[in-house]
């Protein structure tokens, strides 16, 4: 309408004394037009008014993604859409920081998967890891649609920092948790070739013995892909599984004697 045709040519050209006569909603609805024409200055005027919410009423919407359907903010929103520099400037923004966490301690348990789950998806490293360590969540059951945790997906990037932030943040019950194809983060450490990862998890407690689906320990795996650091690691901390035999009938030794040593 001529109000919201007003509102974004104001915006534009970064005029943000509208705002403070026309409401909430037509405010929020102006924060959601101007980060979704990148429009950084016009966003960082709207943050920086005191008297504009940036987490009002129509600024909470549903989002329908292939991960389910999220009940998001700007910030939620921003990542969902992989509006990267719009991302960085919110997180950056210490009024989006406590607005989203007013959000969170509101509706609780709402998403299908936490904010930091929604950076990993989008391959941004160091977002993922200020998203844990500023917005607490459930790590150990915090599941995208694979079942996988954001410790397995740390282990599979090679993320470092966000593998010590989840090792710290999540119950050692959960660091062995199996995705659907029944892998645990170690088996993903020994299939990544993550030697790291692998010493990491099993001094923060993950279990040596678990089988996959196909009813291969992370020994089995890392032997499979020729990972040797990774395979004489597991083998010092627990030498039984070499015996162990898979869903094919071969044991770890099987695998490695399959090498090219030469």
């Known amino acids: 309408?001529?109000?919201?045709?007003?509102?974004?040519?104001?915006?534009?050209?970064?005029?943000?004394?509208?705002?403070r006569s026309s409401g909430t909603k037509s405010s929020s609805s102006i924060l959601l037009t101007a980060m979704n024409a990148q429009l950084e200055s016009v966003v960082t005027a709207i943050l920086n008014d005191?008297?504009?919410?940036?987490?009002?009423?129509?600024?909470?919407?549903?989002?329908?993604?292939?991960?389910?359907?999220?009940?998001?903010?700007?910030?939620?929103?921003?990542?969902?859409?992989?509006?990267?520099?719009?991302?960085?400037?919110?997180?950056?923004?210490?009024?989006?920081?406590?607005?989203?966490?007013?959000?969170?301690?509101?509706?609780?348990?709402?998403?299908?998967?936490?904010?930091?789950?929604?950076?990993?998806?989008?391959?941004?490293?160091?977002?993922?890891?200020?998203a844990i360590q500023t917005f607490p969540s459930d790590l150990g059951n915090d599941l995208d649609k694979d079942r996988r945790t954001l410790l397995h997906h740390a282990v599979i990037e090679q993320w470092h920092e966000v593998l010590e932030a989840c090792l710290a943040r999540m119950p050692k019950s959960k660091l062995s948790r199996m995705d659907k194809n029944g892998m645990t983060p170690l088996h993903y450490a020994g299939s990544a070739r993550n030697w790291y990862a692998a010493k990491r998890c099993i001094e923060a407690g993950a279990q040596l013995q678990l089988e996959d689906n196909h009813g291969r320990t992370p020994a089995h795996v890392a032997a499979e892909v020729g990972s040797e650091r990774v395979l004489t690691y597991i083998l010092e901390k627990h030498p039984t599984v070499v015996s162990e035999v898979d869903h094919k009938k071969r044991t770890v030794l099987h695998y490695v004697a399959t090498w090219n040593l030469f």
């Open 1 to 19: 309408d001529r109000n919201e045709r007003l509102s974004t040519a104001l915006l534009a050209s970064g005029d943000v004394r509208f705002l």
């Open 50 to 130: 005191p008297q504009v919410d940036p987490y009002g009423p129509a600024d909470l919407r549903y989002e329908t993604t292939t991960s389910g359907v999220y009940f998001a903010g700007p910030l939620e929103h921003a990542c969902l859409f992989g509006m990267e520099s719009m991302a960085r400037l919110l997180f950056a923004h210490p009024r989006v920081i406590e607005a989203q966490k007013r959000k969170d301690e509101k509706y609780p348990g709402v998403n299908p998967t936490s904010l930091a789950f929604i950076t990993l998806l989008q391959g941004w490293e160091d977002l993922t890891l200020q």
